[in-house]
């Protein structure tokens, strides 16, 4: 009776430990959606929330980290669960990292008030890669909430999407600034604001990376999409 008492009592842990997770996937996601539209509509004060609102992501970080730390010591789980808890602090580790991006956006579309020429001369195409990192972000979290390998395995294959959309625009903005080269500061801005949005996929992938990991015990990082979906058909 002992022993079912604190199996019951270890799995409303890492019940918690998960809705926690996915409280900081929801901020995240707020952050990042709130910073694109402080760009895309020049909202200044918008802005200034997502860099305040940063460090609520950060306690929630530090929060989460003690949480699982304290886990493993008083629990002692065994393979499967320390797995999951080990996959788990990797993937807040992503999201505050997210966090970070998106206030790196926010930062940089305060430097972007008056500038609209710029931005909107690039306006579709920031706005698609921001549209392929939030879906990737959206799926890495449900992903992760219903430990769905399948979705996981898909939205690793759409990485690659948001690298080629990314360095289509890197090369259009130089092209830009060497045609306009009193645009150059603000199109540095730009660049850095869509080298932000290309890292949130990044992380969204990592996250993926891991929900299989806890899924399927496999460790993929650095295997190229095609390995990962042949093994997957398998």
């Known amino acids: 009776m002992a022993q079912e008492h604190l199996s019951r009592r270890y799995d409303q842990d890492l019940e918690g430990i998960r809705s926690r997770v996915l409280q900081m996937g929801g901020l995240v996601e707020v952050q990042f959606h709130d910073a694109m539209t402080s760009l895309h ?3 200044l004060e918008l802005a200034e929330k997502v860099i305040q609102r940063d460090v609520e992501v950060n306690q929630l970080d530090v929060a989460l980290d003690h949480i699982c730390t304290q886990l493993i010591v008083r629990r002692q789980p065994a393979a499967n669960d320390l797995r999951t808890v080990m996959a788990t602090t990797k993937i807040v580790t992503d999201l505050e990292r997210i966090g970070d991006e998106a206030t ?11 500038r609209n020429v710029v931005i909107m001369n690039h306006y579709q195409t ?8 939030s879906g990737m972000l959206h799926d890495a979290l449900d992903a992760f909430a219903r430990l769905d390998r399948e979705l996981a395995i898909r939205l690793i294959g759409r990485d690659v999407l948001i690298d080629r959309e990314f360095s289509a625009m890197m090369l259009n903005l130089i092209d830009y600034m060497t045609q ?9 801005d730009l660049l850095w604001i869509a080298k932000s949005i290309e890292r949130i996929g990044d992380h969204a992938t990592n996250v993926a990376e891991q929900v299989i990991y806890i899924v399927e015990g496999k460790d993929i990082r650095h295997t190229d999409y095609a390995t990962v979906k042949t093994e997957s058909e398998k």
């Open 126 to 133: 920031i706005r698609s890669i921001a549209e392929t990192a």
């Open 104 to 114: 790196k956006i926010a930062r940089s579309a305060k430097n972007l008030q008056n």
């Open 180 to 188: 306009e080269p009193l645009t150059i500061s603000a199109s540095l």
């Open 41 to 43: 509509e020049g909202t």
